[in-house]
């Protein structure tokens, strides 16, 4: 029998005091244009994962992707929304 | 000596490394392929530049988890020497062999050039052929070559002497300007604290022959042999 399916959305980011040369760069862009109340962007990225939830550990499977693999715990802080 | 070079798919460096040991050293040296978990007994392992599964993700990441890297880890963690050179590196810290990070250059360039290196410390198994704080020539090639540390984990680092390259100027002197990558503390190599794994950015492996502009990164390799051989002496007596 096969589980149900769940989706997640993972988002990734530099953690705080990270530099973040291309937030920096983007920041710099907007101001040129006239943007210039933008005082400061960070980037990040996200991921949409599609789970076939058996058990009931789900929750922690995710946490492991997370800290494993998709970000480096390191210089990365990451936020799960589930659906 | 034996020195094993772990092809990943995406590795450009493996051939550098491979003909310095064979051709330059006139050592063996033996191909491993990332899928397979024998190490052939050799007894430097290097994990090469390039960009393993295209940077996907982080530079490292993925082929941190290839089948080879469990062996390499073991073998790291029995004490032999392992050497991560740019994205070997990179894999080095993602595996949490070595501490911090390798993130974006703060220029946001990819940077393809040689840089001066101070050689901090002797005491290893990696730099012990240089003369100490010696200036050295080296090509670096790396888009993520920003080393990120902080607090008691770069103390740390710093106090353990465990910093064996610092970018610098030609005359030794540690600037902003001579540092390509904006590198905490001009770091470019580190080892871990038992002093058997080195990662660093700039290619050792690409300057170990007069044509190649520098021989200067040829000591990196002298210093493995003459470590193994104290080893194996040690070992016999």
Redesign the interface.
């Known amino acids: 029998m096969t589980g149900t399916l769940k989706k997640a959305t993972v988002y990734v980011k530099l953690k705080d005091g990270v530099l973040d040369p291309e937030g920096k760069t983007i920041q710099k862009a907007l101001s040129q244009m006239g943007y210039a109340e933008f005082l400061s962007v960070r980037t990040g990225r996200f991921f949409e994962l599609e789970i076939e939830a058996n058990g009931s550990d789900i929750d922690s499977r995710i946490d492991e992707v997370c800290s494993k693999l998709l970000a480096n715990p390191v210089i990365e802080n990451y936020i799960v929304e589930k659906k | 000596m034996k020195v094993g070079v772990v092809t990943f798919p995406g590795s450009n460096c493996d051939y550098d490394a491979y003909a310095l040991v064979r051709h330059v050293m006139q050592e063996n040296v033996e191909f491993l392929w990332h899928k397979s978990t024998d190490l052939k007994n050799c007894e430097l392992i290097i994990l090469p530049g390039g960009f393993s599964y295209g940077d996907y993700?982080?530079s490292g990441?993925?082929a941190r988890?290839s089948p080879i890297m469990e062996s390499v880890i073991k073998f790291a963690n029995s004490g032999g020497l392992l050497l991560g050179i740019c994205n070997g590196f990179q894999m080095l810290?993602?595996c949490g062999l070595l501490?911090?990070?390798l993130?974006?250059?703060?220029?946001?360039r990819f940077r393809s050039h040689n840089v001066y290196l101070k050689v901090e410390e002797t005491n290893s198994a990696f730099t012990n052929a240089y003369g100490s704080e010696a200036v050295i020539k080296l090509p670096i090639a790396h888009g993520d070559g920003?080393y990120?540390s902080?607090g008691e984990e770069l103390r740390q680092l710093e106090d353990d002497g465990r910093v064996l390259f610092r970018y610098c100027d030609r005359e030794g002197n540690l600037t902003k300007e001579s540092n390509p990558n904006?590198s905490v503390n001009n770091i470019a190599g580190i080892v871990n604290m038992e002093r058997n794994v080195l990662g660093m950015m700039p290619h050792p492996e690409r300057a170990g022959e007069k044509i190649l502009g520098s021989v200067d990164g040829l000591k990196v390799f002298e210093s493995v042999k003459a470590a193994l051989l104290t080893l194996t002496t040690a070992g016999k007596a």
């Not at chain 2, 993130?103 to 946001?108: E, K, T, W």
């Open positions: 993700l982080r990441a993925i988890f810290t993602e501490p911090g990070a993130i974006r250059n703060d220029s946001i920003n990120y902080i904006g």
